[in-house]
C-alpha cells in the first residue's frame, strides 16, 4: 500500500513529523471533498479580514456550493496516513486508520506519575507494540 502524502498544508485537516523515542512517524490527515457537490476540498470558514482559517471553528463549509458540515461529524470520516519507523524494532511501515483522538495514561518521566494525555494509537506491523502520536502538549 502506497499512501499519497501531501503536496501543501493547504489539503490537510492534520500535520505531524515527529520522533518517538529512537523511531520517527510523519502522519496526516487529507481534507475530503464536499459530500454535496464533490468540486471542493471542505475547509474551515475564512476570516473576512486576514483571509486565514478560522482555528477554533465549529462547522466545514464547501468554497464551491457553501454546504455546511458540524466538524465531530466531518471529522468521524476521516482516515489519518501514517509513515512510521518503530521506536522498539526499527521496522519501517505505513498504515491507514480512522482519524480519532482517545484517551490514554502515561507515566510523565519528568514527575514520575502518571497523566492522562490524547493520541492516535497505532500497532507496528512487525512487534505488534503499540505506537502513539500524541495531540500536542501545552
Known amino acids: 500500500m502506497t499512501l499519497q502524502e501531501p503536496k501543501s498544508m493547504d489539503e490537510c485537516v492534520y500535520f505531524s513529523n515527529r520522533l518517538i523515542g529512537k523511531g520517527k512517524a510523519k ?3 487529507l481534507k475530503e471533498k464536499c459530500p454535496k457537490c464533490g468540486k471542493a476540498l471542505m475547509g474551515k ?3 473576512e479580514k486576514t483571509g486565514k482559517p478560522k482555528i477554533r471553528a465549529t462547522e466545514y463549509i464547501c468554497p464551491e456550493c457553501n454546504h455546511t ?3 465531530q461529524e466531518y ?6 496516513n501514517v509513515k512510521y519507523t518503530c521506536p522498539h524494532c526499527q521496522h519501517s ?4 486508520f480512522p482519524f480519532k483522538w482517545k484517551g ?3 507515566l510523565n518521566e519528568e514527575t514520575g506519575k502518571k497523566q492522562a494525555i490524547k493520541a492516535v494509537r497505532f500497532q507496528c506491523q ?7 502520536i500524541t495531540k500536542k502538549m501545552k
Open 69 to 71: 458540515v458540524e466538524k
Open 126 to 132: 512487525k512487534c505488534k507494540e503499540n505506537i502513539d
Open 75 to 80: 471529522e468521524d470520516t476521516l482516515k489519518i
Open 45 to 47: 470558514p475564512k476570516d
Open 93 to 96: 511501515g505505513e498504515v491507514q
Open 27 to 29: 502522519a496526516w490527515v
Open 104 to 106: 490514554y495514561q502515561r
